[in-house]
């Protein structure tokens, strides 16, 4: 029988790319470095562990971000059957407990007979050996960040990414805050911490005066804008802050029938419900001048906090110069790469690359030729950004209707609507994606052969 293929990382990508390999009756060996060597943002051992967030973001039907949510449910993702059955109340997103959720997915891998498990730091890769996934993620090691670049041949790209602060639920002064989702959707599901002008301008002035943890000498600052840290939004102009994570359009008060001047939404983070994430603030301030600041929030003003936000660096290459639509490397085709490190950003679009790269790496394994999504599809709008996008300017990209491939100019002249539009890009999408599931259902079918 033929080598294994080895899967380097057992995040969202690798645990999502092992799993299909095995549904293909392909056997993996599936890396990760942890206990034996953490990393700076996980707190586990844990396989597909959430670090920043944990919403999976909008699962509004004939969004983007439900798209390609869909296209996984459709194509046998494991780690979408699992966020389905650990998750938590986040009015129209799809929000899961992330310690039940990443248990159940180590529980899930640990128990496939054809997934071996290797508790190990992979520090080298044989380009001409052994199929090769690589899914190490944002916070690839060093050692493997060097090997990358040796078969990439090209400059290391990275960006900073930043790490939401968690309260203790009981902490909340609830007499403060009201419950609410934005233009009510869904479920009241989110705790709404509203201000006044006064309540604003004095936590700007706190958090402008703040304390940063102090910049290493080799590292420049070069965030990611959809993940910046609230510090730096608030630098930008006195209302930035409204305009963004603080916006209040939508969260009237029901209480007082009126909208806040500003508001501070709180997340649930698990199913018991003891504890809340603070959406979209992010931050890079010393842990002492975070308690502080956050403590001027209404409601929050004996918070207890059981994380504070962090700040790490995300690795990722030149996807547009390095990788096939296939997701593998141009110049060492037996080399795939999945996850944030092949130029995606989110933990859906992670788990969709691992996705597509495990049935690749699979129809390798199988003597078959991979076949890349539609292009019409969410998976294919990724794909077709992460190879086809500038390469000199290249910048990691959540799934949006920009990265879909558009209607015709006649369709969009007759039909103005533009939710309309979007429902019609999604049913396109869904339609040509059952083609593509179905080709690919007989490369699944072929038998391993034997060396």
């Not at 459709?74 to 389905?84: D, K």
């Not at 944002?138 to 090209?154: C, K, N, Q």
């Not at 969260?251 to 508001?263: E, F, I, N, S």
């Not at 992670?350 to 129809?363: D, K, N, P, Q, V």
């Amino acid at each position: 029988m033929k080598q294994p293929i080895r899967i380097i990382g057992a995040g969202l990508a690798g645990s999502e790319a092992a799993w299909q390999c095995a549904r293909r009756s392909v056997a993996v060996r599936l890396f990760e470095m942890r206990p034996l060597r953490s990393t700076p943002a996980h707190q586990t051992a844990n396989f597909a562990e959430l670090v920043c967030s944990n919403s999976l973001k909008s699962d509004t039907e004939n969004t983007a971000p439900w798209l390609l949510k869909e296209e996984m449910r459709r194509a046998g993702s494991l780690l979408m059957e699992i966020a389905q059955r650990t998750a938590v109340p986040a009015g129209h997103a799809l929000a899961v407990d992330r310690e039940k959720f990443a248990a159940a997915v180590t529980a899930a891998i640990e128990r496939e007979p054809l997934i071996q498990v290797v508790r190990e730091e992979a520090t080298a890769i044989d380009e001409a050996g052994a199929i090769t996934v690589i899914a190490t993620g944002p916070l690839t090691s060093d050692a493997l960040a060097r090997e990358i670049l040796r078969l990439s041949g090209t400059e290391q790209l990275y960006f900073y990414d930043s790490i939401s602060p968690i309260v203790e639920a009981d902490s909340i002064d609830m007499s403060r805050v009201y419950m609410a989702a934005r233009y009510d959707k869904g479920s009241a599901d989110y705790i709404n911490c509203p201000m006044n002008r006064e309540e604003y301008d004095r936590f700007l002035d706190a958090l402008l005066e703040a304390q940063a943890v102090e910049e290493k000498e080799w590292e420049k600052l070069n965030y990611f804008e959809s993940c910046l840290p609230v510090e730096e939004i608030a630098r930008r102009g006195r209302d930035t802050l409204r305009f963004g994570p603080m916006k209040p359009v939508g969260l009237r008060d029901p209480r007082t029938g009126q909208m806040p001047y500003a508001v501070v939404q709180l997340r649930q983070e698990n199913l018991r419900a003891d504890s809340y994430n603070v959406v979209g603030f992010q931050n890079h301030l010393k842990f002492g001048e975070q308690a502080r600041i956050l403590r001027l929030i209404p409601g929050l003003e004996n918070a207890k906090f059981l994380r504070y936000g962090q700040i790490h660096r995300n690795t990722y290459i030149n996807g547009p110069a390095l990788l096939r639509e296939t997701l593998q490397m141009k110049e060492h085709p037996n080399v795939l790469v999945a996850g944030q490190i092949s130029g995606v950003e989110g933990y859906v679009e992670s788990i969709a690359t691992g996705l597509l790269a495990g049935m690749h790496a699979a129809a390798l394994a199988l003597d078959a030729e991979p076949v890349p999504p539609p292009r019409a599809t969410a998976f294919g709008a990724l794909v077709n950004y992460i190879c086809h996008a500038d390469a000199k300017n290249f910048q990691p990209a959540n799934i949006t209707f920009d990265l879909l491939q558009p209607l015709d100019e006649e369709t969009r002249r007759r039909v103005r609507d533009k939710k309309q539009r979007h429902a019609m890009v999604c049913r396109r999408a869904l339609e040509e994606l059952a083609i593509w599931l179905e080709a690919e259902k007989k490369i699944a079918e072929i038998q391993p052969k034997a060396d």
